[in-house]
């Protein structure tokens, strides 16, 4: 009896063994459903690529239609496989920030079997609902709007330098940005534009006529590359303040609630412009649009630069290490970080000493791009106590092997233009609005140089 129930059990394990293996079968031979623009790719592009690729934005192409895709298929594979595309080079390892543009594996592939599919367009009413894109300024409507009042002609070739634009504001007490954005009259030719706010007292290019271009002389340079950088440091100082920038990459700066930015009566704006000449003259008028803050905040806001322009990069040097580093002396709170160099920019990481002798790594960027501006914002604040040093360490590729390298035969130094280097790692910190921002930092001298080629 117990065997005819033991031949019974493996006959029917048998049979159950055998039909698993005809539905695999059945399910194998059943062709996968072709992957099409309109059901599978467009959400995609919806999610992770609109937001520059469509009229108006930084990027150069829109991917809006399947008409105005699909010839660019096989590039969009290209650059998705190597991850070059959505544009984000912060090392997963260290930190979480709440702008990351990372395509997950599924996404990837979709985007490839598409392309090698050839690129197929699929049934228009598989699309889903257009995405809902504001219209103009990303902020919403800006309660302030200060433009360049006249069009600023570009050239077609040669070098453009660094251009200045003096603007009133007309505030008559002082007032909390929420949100800011710059918007390029011409962004082919805008390569960056800096918003700087400049103090009543400041006495910072008090001689430029409002409205009017101006070119700082050889010999102004480097106070104002003071005033700018080393002097913001000193929180207000004789410099300057950044209120909100532009460059490939870069989002609106929109702070959390209870947090802005504070432009203090009588304040005017520079805009630092940046042209780059593409070979199509061309005109410019650039402007800034302002969010004020709906209620009284309850931290301050301020963008500091922990910089070095004391480097000299030697020819030919592959790996050139560049350090800086600024000590905050009052408890503050960590919102964000923006690595800033130019064609030799290898890499870039910021580190956290804390008053323990803790360190912390805040981001590492292991593959500089410098056609790519971003600003990390982390996905929540970190707070840093009083004593905190933020260390930065850049490393320069100034060998023939750097593709982008102008001339690697030739020592660089700290400059405007592309061909020249700049260090700096900005960052944005806030902090209670009763706190006097003098106290809270002070700019350390830069860290003296490591040999060429050092990784320590």
Not at 31 to 58: I, M, S, W
Not at 369 to 386: A, I, T
Not at 392 to 420: I, L, M
Request: glycine content about 8%; charged content about 20%.
């Amino acid at each position: 009896m117990n065997l005819l129930w033991g031949e019974r059990a493996m006959l029917l394990q048998a049979a159950l063994v055998g039909f698993v293996f005809q539905f695999a079968a059945a399910a194998a031979s059943k062709p996968a459903a072709p992957v099409t623009f309109y059901k599978d790719v467009l959400p995609v592009l919806q999610k992770n690529c609109q937001e520059c690729h469509r009229p108006g934005e930084a990027a150069p192409m829109t991917f809006m239609t399947y008409q105005q895709v699909r010839p660019w298929a096989k590039a969009i594979r290209a650059t998705v496989l190597g991850k070059k595309m959505p544009p984000w080079f912060a090392d997963p390892s260290h930190g979480r920030f709440s702008n990351a543009r990372v395509l997950s594996q599924a996404e990837i592939d979709t985007l490839v079997a598409w392309a090698d599919a050839g690129a197929p367009e699929g049934k228009a009413k598989d699309a889903p609902p257009p995405a809902e894109w504001v219209q103009g300024w990303n902020i919403g409507k800006p309660d302030l709007v200060v433009e360049i009042p006249e069009p600023f002609p570009v050239i077609a070739e040669g070098t453009i330098e660094y251009t200045y634009f003096a603007m009133p504001m007309n505030l008559k007490e002082d007032t909390w940005v929420q949100a800011a954005e710059v918007r390029p009259g011409a962004r082919p030719v805008v390569h960056h534009v800096i918003a700087f706010l400049r103090g009543p007292e400041s006495k910072w290019m008090r001689d430029v006529e409002y409205g009017k271009p101006y070119v700082p002389k050889r010999g102004e340079r480097g106070a104002n590359r003071r005033a700018n950088n080393e002097g913001a440091s000193e929180a207000g100082g004789p410099g300057s303040e950044l209120l909100v920038g532009y460059a490939p990459g870069l989002q609106p700066q929109i702070w959390r609630p209870g947090q802005a930015k504070l432009v203090k009566a009588g304040t005017d704006v520079i805009f630092q412009m940046h042209y780059t000449a593409n070979g199509k003259a061309s005109t410019d008028q650039t402007s800034i649009g302002l969010v004020f803050a709906k209620a009284p905040p309850t931290e301050r806001v301020m963008t500091l630069p922990a910089s070095n322009n004391k480097f000299i990069i030697p020819a030919g040097a592959d790996n050139h290490r560049v350090d800086s580093q600024i000590t905050l002396q009052a408890d503050s709170r960590l919102v964000g970080l923006m690595p800033h160099m130019h064609l030799r920019g290898k890499s870039f990481e910021y580190r956290a000493v804390y008053p323990t002798g803790e360190t912390e790594v805040l981001l590492a960027v292991p593959k500089y791009d410098f056609n790519w501006q971003l600003f990390y914002y982390l996905s929540e604040p970190k707070v840093f106590p009083k004593g905190t040093r933020i260390e930065c360490t850049a490393h320069f590729d100034n060998s023939a092997n750097n593709k982008y390298n102008p001339d690697p035969s030739k020592e660089v130094r700290w400059g405007d233009q592309s061909w020249e280097e700049m260090m700096i790692g900005w960052f944005d910190i806030a902090f209670d609005v009763k706190m006097e921002p003098a106290k809270i930092f002070r700019g350390d001298k830069p860290a003296p140089q490591r040999p060429t080629g050092s990784d320590e």
